[in-house]
């Protein structure tokens, strides 16, 4: 039997929010549904989280690491082949961002735990259902694992969503004009499309690590 991964959890830096769905899950083309956020850090904050989407990428694959496995992505270089404009995922000179997600439904309709939503004020948490509370630009810092997959579309690393705490407000980024209580109401964003696609990984051709692309 294979050994399992260890799953550690770890908790995020402060980082920015981008396409909140925590409160209304996406829909897949696989009919599975997830809660989920795009986080947005500086790269100096990430260490911690590159180290441990690297253990776990070199548990599922060894030593040879599929291309395109590191779920981080530069803003202002979101995709190798250029087949996203900048300009379409671009949050800031010297950014990078990574999708966090959780799973509430499976595309066999079994239902899965949402992540908890929090708000700190003044040091005092509660919990929220409130979808005003997680808008574009607010910050949060998240309770987060790594894991590793390999299917036959595409192999990689993501990183599951388990808890978010809002930590302070933030300047409204983008869609001002839209929905306050569903401000993605205007924009399809679903789970395959809110972050460029993983590349397919080439087994034939050495590949350089991917996780020093950050």
Same mark, same amino acid.
């Not at 253990?55 to 590191?70: Q, T």
């Given at each position: 039997? +294979?050994q399992?991964? #260890?799953i550690?959890?770890?908790v995020?830096? *402060?980082f920015?929010? @981008?396409?909140p769905?925590?409160f &209304?899950?996406e #829909?897949? /083309? %696989?009919?599975?549904?997830s809660?989920?956020?795009?986080?947005?850090?500086?790269? %100096?904050?990430?260490?911690?989280?590159? *180290? &441990? $989407?690297k253990?776990?990428?070199?548990?599922?694959?060894?030593?040879?690491?599929?291309?395109? $496995?590191?779920?981080?992505?530069?803003?202002d270089?979101?995709? /190798?082949?250029g087949?996203?404009?900048?300009?379409?995922?671009?949050?800031? *000179?010297?950014?990078v961002?990574?999708s966090?997600?959780?799973?509430?439904?499976t595309? /066999?309709?079994?239902?899965?735990?949402?992540?908890?939503? @929090?708000?700190?004020r003044?040091? &005092?948490?509660? @919990?929220? %259902?409130?979808p005003? &509370?997680?808008?574009?630009g607010?910050? $949060?810092?998240?309770?987060?694992?790594?894991?590793a997959?390999?299917?036959?579309q595409?192999?990689?690393?993501?990183?599951?969503?388990?808890?978010?705490?809002?930590?302070? #407000?933030?300047?409204?980024?983008g869609?001002? /004009?839209?929905d306050?209580?569903?401000?993605? +109401?205007d924009i399809?964003?679903?789970?395959?499309k809110?972050?460029?696609?993983?590349q397919?990984?080439?087994?034939?051709?050495? #590949?350089? %690590?991917?996780?020093?692309?950050i």
């Open positions: 039997m +294979a399992k991964t #260890e550690k959890k770890i995020t830096p *402060e920015t929010v @981008a396409f769905s925590v &209304e899950p #829909e897949r /083309d %696989d009919g599975s549904k809660a989920q956020i795009t986080a947005i850090f500086t790269p %100096d904050a990430i260490a911690p989280l590159l *180290e &441990e $989407c253990r776990v990428a070199k548990e599922k694959f060894g030593d040879k690491l599929p291309k395109g $496995c590191n779920p981080f992505r530069k803003s270089n979101p995709n /190798d082949k087949t996203v404009p900048a300009t379409d995922w671009s949050f800031g *000179e010297g950014t961002y990574v966090l997600s959780k799973t509430v439904l595309r /066999d309709g079994k239902a899965g735990v949402p992540p908890t939503v @929090a708000v700190d003044n040091g &005092e948490r509660k @919990a929220t %259902d409130d005003n &509370e997680i808008y574009p607010c910050k $949060c810092r998240a309770v987060v694992s790594a894991f997959y390999n299917n036959p595409r192999s990689g690393v993501k990183l599951t969503l388990w808890n978010l705490l809002k930590t302070n #407000e933030g300047e409204r980024i869609m001002a /004009d839209a306050p209580v569903n401000p993605f +109401a399809a964003v679903s789970a395959n809110s972050l460029p696609p993983v397919e990984p080439e087994a034939t051709k050495e #590949e350089e %690590d991917p996780f020093n692309e």
